[in-house]
């Protein structure tokens, strides 16, 4: 079953239990996102809902303080990965949306991300990232960086920048530029 646009959520609900259709949840959505959507309560009793807008003191939208709020959290978000804006109660998926496969953690992002591991290994380094999954991810740029000459150490830091900034371009504005640009913009090229 798939979720037409038009689907509500009282759809997800057993009318007679007032309960989860656990196994319909389960079916149309991510494990994570059923988990999160299960654990919400259901209220015992029929409630009336009440629409109102949090950011406003009087709970009423207003179209000047939705631009200034939208402005300085695009300003805010674009600095954080899913999984932060996520535990701070923004808009979004945990999920990496390049690849789908993890969440977007820094370290799924700057190294273990199919998209980043393919950047790195076409980079003048010809790194195999694979072989650090599970090291924190600072502990992995040190070890890098000791390794390294001064030059390599900044064309390393201009990778994981564009790597950063490759997954902004990707968020935002919903562009995926193919590995070989990415790689030349870092360099500079």
Request: glycine share 4%.
């Amino acid at each position: 079953m798939n979720l037409e646009s038009n689907t509500t959520v009282n759809e997800l609900i057993l009318p007679d239990e007032r309960s989860w259709n656990v196994n319909l949840i389960r079916e149309l959505f991510l494990p994570f996102e059923a988990q999160q959507i299960i654990e919400i309560p259901i209220p015992r009793t029929d409630q009336v809902d009440t629409l109102i807008w949090k950011k406003a003191r009087d709970g009423v939208f207003k179209v000047k303080l939705a631009y200034h709020e939208i402005k300085a959290e695009n300003q805010y978000q674009s600095r954080q990965p899913n999984t932060e804006r996520i535990e701070e109660g923004m808009n979004g998926s945990p999920v990496c949306i390049r690849c789908w496969k993890d969440e977007e953690y820094e370290k799924h992002v700057l190294r273990d991300c199919e998209f980043a591991k393919k950047l790195w290994f076409g980079s003048p380094f010809n790194l195999r990232t694979e072989n650090a999954v599970g090291e924190r991810l600072e502990s992995w740029i040190f070890g890098m960086l000791r390794q390294m000459q001064e030059k390599e150490k900044s064309l390393f830091g201009f990778l994981l920048n564009q790597l950063w900034r490759a997954r902004n371009l990707l968020v935002f504005e919903g562009v995926s530029k193919p590995i070989d640009e990415e790689l030349l913009r870092a360099m500079g090229a």
